[in-house]
């Protein structure tokens, strides 16, 4: 289902950031903060960018979407139900006994998901052998690559990105989540990542920096990555974590718990309230 207007993509984002505040509430466990900034990024790349079919999600030639950064999994199953793969209603088994709806996305348990993951820093380096594969086999098809700017602190991330750029990855958009958290405080403060876009064009990539907010950059950013050739496309996305909730964002303490049941009240109606401001807007075509 591709959405012609950003009025309707902002609607969709809404509606999944309302999801992951109910399937996290019921939970009551997993991650709020991240989850809640990528809405918008995911809302992009299921509806307007990425080429699949929820009834075949074993297309050889569908585009592939890596999550690296496994425990933000409410807002891919959201945005995945929403998309037609599974029911809405099965998102509130989140974290339940026996629930294919893991605290990280598993393989074998969900159509539409291309990797399990847990461990961060491994998902640039699948995204990598999917790639040399489509490569191999003379696909079109295109992988994208959701990644965590905490797990550039690990060195698997960066053998991965010489990888990639070794072998002249065109078919790879990795997006780095650049949200500025991690559980234990700010990333600059951990451990400094300076500035990633200047590193990876260090590297050999091609780096585009955006607002992780802003519909139109966004796109402009895919298409960008799309016309690249000879080289793999990072965007870097700066975010804020716990976007539309006001008590949530910019703070890290979010990362990693879920909401009360009084907090997310507060939140679904914060919720309703930028829901409203959306509508009154103009449809903003973007045909």
């Known amino acids: 289902m591709k959405l012609k207007y950003i009025k309707e993509l902002k609607l969709m984002a809404n509606t999944i950031r309302q999801d992951c505040i109910r399937m996290l509430a019921a939970a009551q466990s997993g991650h709020s903060a991240g989850p809640l900034g990528l809405a918008d990024i ?60 893991q605290g990280h996305p598993s393989k074998a348990y969900l159509p539409g998901i ?10 640039l380096a699948i995204a990598c052998g999917i790639c040399l594969a489509g490569k191999l086999d003379s696909k079109n098809y295109r992988v994208y690559c959701m990644t965590s700017d905490g797990e550039h602190q690990e060195g698997s991330t960066w053998e991965a990105v010489m990888l990639a750029a070794k072998h002249k ?19 600059e403060e951990i451990m400094p990542l300076g500035d990633l876009a200047q590193k990876y064009r260090a590297f050999g990539w091609h ?15 895919l298409e960008e990555a799309r016309k690249t050739k000879g080289k793999p496309t990072m965007i870097i996305a700066e975010t ?48």
């Not at 291309?114 to 998902?123: A, D, F, I, V």
């Not at 990855?169 to 990333?187: E, H, K, P, S």
Request: with cysteine; glycine share 8%; hydrophobic share 35%.
């Open 207 to 221: 780096a585009i920096s955006v607002n992780g907010h802003d519909y139109k950059a966004i796109m402009h950013a």
């Open 240 to 287: 804020t974590p716990g976007k539309g909730v006001s008590f949530m964002e910019n703070k890290y303490q979010w990362h990693g718990i879920p909401p009360k049941p009084e907090e997310a009240g507060k939140a679904l109606a914060e919720l309703d309230e930028e829901r409203a401001r959306i509508m009154k807007e103009e449809d903003g075509s973007i045909q």
């Open 114 to 123: 291309e990797n399990s993951s847990g461990p961060l820093g491994e998902g």
């Open 42 to 101: 995911f809302t992009i790349l299921y509806f307007r960018e990425m080429n699949y079919d929820p009834a075949k999600p074993e297309l050889p030639d569908r585009d592939r979407f890596v999550l690296s950064n496994g425990h933000v999994a409410p807002v891919l199953y959201a945005t995945m139900a929403r998309a037609g793969y599974f029911d809405i209603k099965e998102t509130l088994t989140l974290r339940k006994l026996g629930s294919r709806m």
């Open 169 to 187: 990855l065109d078919n790879l958009v990795a997006i780095c989540d650049r949200n500025f958290i991690q559980i234990d405080g700010n990333t």
